[in-house]
């Protein structure tokens, strides 16, 4: 059986990352999104649309159905990325075409078997990240809330709902930047437990697991993918990482 999984937003970043590691493993793979890369994995199927136009996002959607038949997982990677209002832009990209996607797609799922939703989000959805904005963290917290909220609605269906926020990820559009900024990367991997920032290949290991049987009795879970970073007390930020064998100074 080779399931067939909806990735919104996998034109770019770890939503792209996912879909050539789908690809890889010979799944059926319907891409969303505005414009398809230079270097699309063959063997995936675009489907061009802005998700925020709600009428050519259900042309494309029903074109996808058609193409690749039920769905079993549907993952959602998008944020807003463009230059109008970021309030407006990032809760129309988040959270309203994400229920659209779901309420048209939902009787397209697959009768029987394994069968999913997931969500990206962030760690923003409990801490403040400030090179994100506002709109970000209401998005992504709002994300997950919907997450749960589509557990237990649709549980009764047999369709588990899944979120995954990961801290920073260092994406190919990103390595310019990190390596312009050595001091940077390496201040974040000093804080990190497991000593190293996130890859787009760790979110996809996630999803995979996620939308497999393997997790056929997880729903309504938001799994932390961030190396551990967010389990550091706040002060351990101004003290150096060598843990104390004998109790420190209280
Ligand atoms: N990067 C990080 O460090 C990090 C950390 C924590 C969480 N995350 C989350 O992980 C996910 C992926 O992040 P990323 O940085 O890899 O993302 P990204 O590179 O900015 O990619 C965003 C994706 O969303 C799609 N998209 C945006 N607006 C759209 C629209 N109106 N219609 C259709 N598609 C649209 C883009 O496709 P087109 O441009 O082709 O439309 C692209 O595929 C996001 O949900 C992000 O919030 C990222």
Redesign the pocket.
């Known amino acids: 059986l080779n399931p067939h999984y909806v990735v919104?937003?996998?034109?770019?970043?770890?939503?792209?990352a996912l879909v050539e590691y789908l690809v890889r493993r010979k799944r059926t793979v319907s891409v969303?999104?505005?414009?398809k890369p230079r270097h699309f994995p063959s063997g995936a199927d675009f489907f061009g649309?802005?998700?925020?136009v709600k009428s050519a996002t259900h042309r494309q959607l029903r074109r996808c159905v058609q193409a690749n038949g039920p769905v079993n997982y549907l993952v959602f990677?998008?944020?807003?990325?463009?230059h109008g209002d970021p309030w407006r832009g990032e809760l129309a990209?988040s959270l309203t075409?994400t229920r659209w996607i779901v309420d048209q797609l939902l009787p397209a799922f697959a009768t029987g078997g394994d069968r999913a939703l997931a969500f990206?989000?962030?760690?923003?959805t409990d801490f403040v990240v400030l090179s994100q904005g506002d709109a970000?963290h209401v998005a992504?917290a709002a994300l997950v809330q919907l997450m749960r909220y589509y557990a237990v609605t649709l549980g009764g269906r047999g369709i588990r709902s899944n979120s995954i926020?990961?801290?920073?990820?260092l994406?190919p559009?990103?390595a310019a930047y990190y390596a312009a900024r050595e001091e940077l990367r390496r201040a974040k991997e000093a804080l990190s437990p497991l000593g190293r920032m996130?890859r787009?290949l760790d979110?996809a290991y996630a999803v995979d697991f996620l939308c497999s049987p393997r997790a056929a009795f997880i729903t309504g879970h938001n799994l932390i993918v961030d190396g551990g970073m967010t389990l550091l007390g706040h002060e351990e930020l101004a003290a150096p990482k060598s843990p104390s064998t004998s109790g420190g100074v209280q």
Do not use: F, N
């Not at 969303?32 to 414009?35: I, K, L, M």
């Open positions: 919104v937003g996998g034109t770019k970043g770890s939503g792209l969303v999104g505005r414009s649309c802005d998700i925020t990677c998008q944020r807003y990325r463009g990209t075409a990206i989000a962030s760690i923003a970000y992504k926020s990961p801290g920073t990820v994406k559009e990103a996130g787009p979110v």
